[in-house]
């Protein structure tokens, strides 16, 4: 299991280390819509590379579920109030993009090799009475089975557990937590939020119904020759990383896009026809704007900058 400290949910597992640590470099693109969300776009960007700062044994959880059910050692005593509403800030970006996902995506979940999984509405009502009747106790707040799951319920349980999680950091919450710590619950809680909202858009039936288009991957993964890179299902298509960070990728709304240099983007678009990428209001799927671009990748393919969106043109 590989997690974030600084920015909660930005958490993967895998079966070694290495692998878990290679997926979390994978989601850095997947995990930024979370920051943006938060108005911490620029400071995550700014992050610079993953720096492993500590290295334990979990839980038997860990081994058997991939779940991080331990705190690190930097998640230990009270949080200063600056740390907390970061964390807080966070966490309610991680339900702002849960809550856009359970929107747009399809009732019916893809199902899995032997045929089984949940749908949709089983996995909101998991991750919703998982937070509210398991979490929040953590904290001194009791809720009742289904209070949460209506829309107004469910706004009144997050505003309950942010206050608890308020008032416990000040102390006015007698009871404490044995092995959990409230840096570790934040971070726990926006785990849990992402990995089932990641879960809902793999197997979203939308997405599926309009796959990429697999000559345009080939043909990226041709002209990326000998460069060292990865592939990560992400934007209802394939993209492919270098170092952790997506610079091309054939998407599931037809054609590619490609992450260029900021400089130069006002120049690619002018002479390709190709238009920024659009975020929705709440949420990562992009907007793809018609353009053309022949299949080639351009010299302003690089592992940092902004997004910029296009579709081939004729062979």
Same mark, same amino acid.
């Given at each position: 299991m590989a997690f974030s400290i600084d920015w909660p949910g930005w958490s993967r597992g895998a079966k070694t280390a290495e692998l878990a640590l290679e997926t979390l470099k994978a989601y850095r693109e997947r995990y930024r819509p979370i920051a943006a969300l938060a108005g911490m776009a620029r400071e995550f960007d700014a992050a610079g590379r993953i720096r492993i700062v500590e290295d334990k044994v979990g839980t038997g959880s860990t081994d058997f579920w991939g779940i991080p059910f331990a705190?690190?050692?930097?998640?230990?005593?009270?949080? /200063? &109030?600056? @740390? #907390?509403?970061?964390?807080?800030? #966070?966490?309610? =970006?991680?339900?702002?993009?849960?809550? +856009?996902?359970?929107?747009?995506? /399809?009732?019916?979940?893809?199902?899995g090799p032997r045929g089984g999984g949940r749908e949709r509405d089983e996995i909101i009502r998991h991750a919703i009475r998982t937070e509210s009747l398991d979490f929040a106790k953590q904290v001194g707040l009791r809720e009742t089975d289904g209070a949460a799951l209506t829309p107004a319920g469910l706004r009144q349980h997050r505003k309950a557990y942010v !206050?608890? %999680?308020?008032?416990?950091? &000040?102390?006015r919450i007698e009871r404490r937590m044995r092995s959990w710590t409230l840096p570790f619950l934040i971070r726990h809680s926006a785990f849990h939020t992402l990995d089932h909202a990641w879960? %809902?858009? +793999?197997?979203?039936?939308?997405?599926?119904?309009?796959?990429? @288009? !697999?000559?345009v991957a080939d043909r990226i993964r041709e002209l990326m020759?000998?460069?060292?890179?990865? !592939?990560?299902? %992400?934007?209802?298509?394939? =993209?492919f990383l270098i170092g952790g960070n997506m610079a091309i990728a054939a998407s599931g709304h037809g054609g590619f896009l490609v992450r260029g240099d900021p400089a130069r983007s006002e120049d690619g678009r002018a002479k390709t026809g190709a238009q920024p990428m659009v975020m929705r209001r709440r949420g990562s799927t992009p907007t793809l704007n018609s353009g053309r671009w022949p299949l080639r990748l351009p010299s302003c393919v690089q592992a940092s900058g902004r997004f910029c969106c296009c579709t081939p043109g004729p062979s």
């Open positions: 705190p690190s050692t930097f998640e230990q005593g009270p949080m /200063s &109030e600056a @740390d #907390l509403e970061r964390g807080i800030a #966070l966490l309610q =970006a991680c339900w702002t993009f849960f809550d +856009d996902v359970a929107e747009r995506v /399809s009732p019916e979940m893809r199902k !206050e608890a %999680m308020r008032a416990y950091n &000040e102390g879960e %809902m858009e +793999d197997k979203d039936l939308t997405v599926a119904a309009v796959a990429y @288009d !697999e000559d020759g000998r460069t060292r890179f990865t !592939e990560q299902r %992400m934007f209802g298509g394939v =993209a």
